[in-house]
């Protein structure tokens, strides 16, 4: 199991980023959470199995039709088990 922090920097607010993160999650059976931050990026934790988390960070590297991916920050973090679904953040 695999637990991963992650950063998406780009034209990723407002193009229904956060809405495209939660469908793939709920797909590949990956839980945690995703949300804007206020300087324009969208932050995002994931939790699940080491091939669909990996599959989660390459969704984020390309993002929905509509967004510009510009770089994207990985920080790898304890598999916790803490979340029970996948949520948008507010």
Known sequence: MKRIHVYVSGAVQGV??????????LELGV???????PDGRVE?????????????????????PSAHVTKVELKGESWT????????KR
Do not use: Q, Y
């Not at 229904?16 to 999650?25: G, L, P």
């Not at 839980?31 to 931050?37: A, E, S």
């Not at 995002?44 to 929905?64: H, L, N, T, W, Y």
């Not at 088990?81 to 948008?88: L, Q």
């Open 16 to 25: 229904f980023f956060r809405h495209h993160t939660k469908e793939r999650a």
């Open 44 to 64: 995002a934790v994931f939790e699940g199995e080491d091939g669909s988390v990996d599959r989660m960070i390459a969704f984020c590297k390309e993002g929905p």
């Open 81 to 88: 088990g803490e979340f029970k679904d996948f949520v948008v």
């Open 31 to 37: 839980t945690g959470w995703v949300r804007n931050l």
